[in-house]
């Protein structure tokens, strides 16, 4: 795993994990300084992207909001819609951060390629912001989140769209088809024009859907 030339974490180090204790050891050596060193640096946009697109089509709680991290989509979410969100995420340190902010009903720590400790069917909408991109989390995933559902429960999960076919993204919402209803993709700016100049062009798919 990389870091930047001083040795804290960075985005190509989040780009470059691998593991899930890759995972862990980055975004626990991050998450104090994460909102101000990433997403207030980069002109980090995503989170609002997604919560932006969930209140306009009329998103109901409660929600699983996957891969919180610090809480940066909830916090977005919040001044939208008046839901109960609950969060989930493999660092203990990041949740951490979420939790005092006082938005989440509940923190859940959980690794999403493994079995999940939620009940089925316990959400009316399930959200995501930068956690299906590069090596933290694959397809597979998505039929874990559906099972966590209410039928019609609306989805709307950001993908970073360099990685959308070639992880394997596109052909599981194609295998999805039956479960899922209103499928459709809609790009979004991953990062705003006061972010690296580097990053200014990198985009995401937001994948936004119900469950039939």
């Known amino acids: 795993m990389t870091r930047d030339p001083n040795g804290k974490p960075d985005l190509d180090a989040a780009y470059a994990l691998e593991t899930p204790d890759d995972n862990r050891k980055l975004y626990g050596d991050w998450a104090k300084t994460y909102d101000k060193s990433f997403a207030q640096n980069m002109d980090y946009q995503l989170p609002d992207h997604v919560a932006?697109?969930?209140a306009e089509l009329g998103g109901a709680g409660?929600?699983?909001?996957?891969?919180?991290?610090?809480?940066l989509l909830a916090?977005?979410?919040?001044?939208?819609?008046?839901v109960v969100i609950d969060a989930v995420d493999l660092s203990a340190d990041m949740l951490a951060v979420a939790g005092q902010k006082?938005?989440?009903?509940?923190?859940?720590?959980?690794?999403?390629?493994?079995?999940?400790?939620?009940?089925?069917?316990?959400y009316n909408?399930?959200?995501?912001?930068?956690?299906?991109?590069?090596?933290?989390?694959?397809?597979d995933?998505?039929?874990k989140l559906i099972a966590l559902a209410r039928p019609d429960?609306?989805?709307?999960?950001?993908?970073?769209?360099?990685h959308f076919e070639a992880r394997g993204f596109a052909?599981?919402?194609?295998?999805l088809a039956p479960k899922i209803t209103g499928y459709h993709i809609q790009t979004v700016s991953i990062y705003g024009a006061q972010g690296d100049r580097a990053h200014t062009s990198d985009k995401g798919h937001l994948a936004v859907f119900r469950r039939a």
């Open 52 to 54: 932006r697109v969930f």
């Open 62 to 71: 409660p929600v699983l909001d996957v891969g919180a991290g610090t809480g």
């Open 75 to 82: 916090e977005a979410l919040n001044p939208r819609s008046d």
């Open 102 to 122: 006082g938005i989440y009903r509940t923190l859940i720590e959980a690794d999403l390629t493994k079995t999940l400790p939620i009940e089925p069917e316990q």
């Open 125 to 139: 909408g399930i959200i995501s912001s930068g956690t299906f991109t590069h090596g933290h989390v694959g397809p």
């Open 141 to 143: 995933a998505l039929d």
């Open 153 to 162: 429960a609306l989805f709307v999960l950001s993908v970073n769209a360099e």
């Open 171 to 175: 052909a599981k919402f194609d295998a």
